[in-house]
């Protein structure tokens, strides 16, 4: 168990819908990284937080998306007018602990598994 | 960017036998690479990872070994047990410490 949550783990809604999911890291992540996983491929990075800074969303796959972290702590990750396509596994993953050798090291929550019908 | 091709897609082999999987990388400028272990319904799981500065490492029956030059590095698993059976993804770090994914191994232990 890396610490790492997410909420919630299966979110089913309609074309059209906004969806919104929650990831809590451990408190030693100052870093948060948001991926999207479809069926049979590997995680594809979207965007990451070194605390609460957006350090880089040009890989956000479209204007529909954003992410926040406010206090550095916890962040969500938001779908607006989700389309089908949209349907994937969402993880996020803590990072960049005070250590300075292993700051790039990655532990991935649970994952949020939206289903667009 | 960095793009990482990881092959073979699926791989089986017979309990206590060996796993090899391999992973080429395109960006010179990368220096961490981790393996992850995906069992399904849960996230990518960290089992070993390396950095350019060594050439291999090993944790029991787990080994990685990376070849800066080549630009390649493979996941070795020895005596291998159905517990292993699961998706293996290699990785590479991207400038900003971004990590770009292999598309994945399946790995089946035969009993």
């Known amino acids: 168990d890396t610490g790492v949550s997410q909420n919630p783990r299966h979110k089913i809604t309609k074309r059209g819908q906004n969806v919104t999911f929650r990831c809590d890291p451990i408190?030693?992540?100052?870093?948060l990284y948001w991926y999207r996983q479809t069926l049979g491929q590997g995680p594809e990075f979207l965007t990451y937080?070194?605390?609460?800074?957006?350090?880089?969303k040009s890989r956000l796959l479209s204007d529909r998306f954003s992410a926040e972290r406010p206090k550095g702590s916890f962040s969500t990750l938001e779908i607006q007018r989700t389309e089908q396509g949209d349907s994937a596994m969402y993880l996020c993953?803590?990072?960049?602990?005070?250590?300075?050798?292993?700051?790039?090291?990655?532990?991935f929550g649970p994952g949020t598994r939206l289903t667009v019908l | 960017g960095e793009n990482v091709e990881q092959h073979p897609s699926t791989l089986s082999v017979q309990e206590g036998d060996s796993a090899v999987i391999k992973c080429t990388y395109s960006?010179?400028?990368?220096?961490?690479f981790p393996w992850y272990k995906q069992e399904l319904g849960k996230g990518p799981q960290l089992i070993i990872d390396?950095?350019?500065?060594?050439g291999e490492k090993k944790d029991q029956r787990i080994a990685v070994t990376l070849n800066k030059t080549a630009k390649h590095f493979s996941l070795h698993i020895t005596e291998t047990q159905p517990e292993d059976s699961a998706v293996y993804f290699c990785?590479?770090?991207?400038?900003?410490?971004?990590?770009?994914f292999g598309k994945g191994t399946r790995l089946h232990i035969l009993p």
């Open positions: 937080f070194q605390n609460e800074a957006q350090l880089e």
């Open positions: 960006d010179s400028a990368s220096n961490y």
């Open positions: 408190s030693e992540h100052n870093r």
């Open positions: 390396i950095r350019s500065n060594v």
């Open positions: 993953a803590g990072g960049g602990g005070t250590s300075g050798i292993f700051y790039n090291e990655q532990f």
């Open positions: 990785a590479a770090d991207e400038r900003d410490d971004k990590i770009i």
